[in-house]
Structures are given as structure tokens and as C-alpha cells.
């Protein structure tokens, strides 16, 4: 059973960084994708960033230049280093694994941007 385990979430004043860290574990094939997801109420959950087991990644628009997403394979982690935030980037974040045309989720963390 693969279960992913997210922290690091928080407030942060505009123009703050927060890095957030999602630890995956159970029997996992070496070949995946693991990433981040956000979500607002009455919005569509929407991807943030992801990376391949490869080193490949992909950035939503909104966040390219200011996040950075990151893996480490030994450990079945993945991170998220979000720069510069700004309160739009206010939503639940969720850790996403997609291995074997599968997709896991861990359990969201907060993320709110405020002065």
C-alpha cells in the first residue's frame, strides 16, 4: 500500500518562502512522477509542479520562476520550494505520486499567504 505524507505547509507574510516536502512510501515502481497539486474552494484542483524519476519537471505558468520542485529518488521524496509567494498561491496543497497509470494523494497541507 503506497501512502504519501506531506509537511511544511503554513502562514507566510507576500514576498515569504515556504518549503514543502512529501515523503512516499510503500512498494513503489522506480519509474513515476511525483508532484504538486493545489486546490481552492469551488476551484478545480490544478498542478503546481512535477518531476519524473528522470529529472524531467513542468511548472504551471503562474509559477514558473518562483517554485521549484525537486526529488530525492533514494527516498521516495519529493520537495517544494516556493519563493516570493503571493496570496493567490493560498490553497491546499497535495502531494501527487502517478506510477503504473495510477495516481496516490497524500492528505493536502494548508498554505495561506497573508500579512
Known amino acids: 500500500q503506497v501512502q504519501l505524507v506531506e509537511s511544511g505547509g503554513g502562514l507566510v507574510q507576500p514576498g515569504g518562502s515556504l518549503r514543502l516536502t512529501c515523503a512516499a512510501s510503500?512498494?513503489?515502481?522506480?519509474?513515476?512522477?511525483m508532484g504538486w497539486y493545489r486546490q481552492t474552494p469551488g476551484k478545480q484542483r490544478e498542478l503546481v509542479a512535477a518531476?519524473?524519476?528522470?529529472?524531467?519537471?513542468n511548472y504551471a505558468d503562474s509559477v514558473k520562476g518562483r517554485f521549484t520542485v525537486s526529488r530525492d529518488n533514494a527516498k521516495n521524496t519529493v520537495y517544494l520550494q516556493m519563493n516570493s509567494l503571493e496570496p493567490e498561491d493560498t490553497a491546499v496543497y497535495y502531494c501527487?505520486?502517478?506510477?503504473?497509470?495510477?495516481?496516490?494523494w497524500g492528505q493536502g497541507t494548508q498554505v495561506t499567504v497573508s500579512s
Open positions: 510503500g512498494s513503489i515502481f522506480s519509474i513515476n512522477t
Open positions: 518531476i519524473t524519476s528522470s529529472g524531467t519537471t
Open positions: 501527487n505520486l502517478y506510477v503504473l497509470r495510477y495516481y496516490y
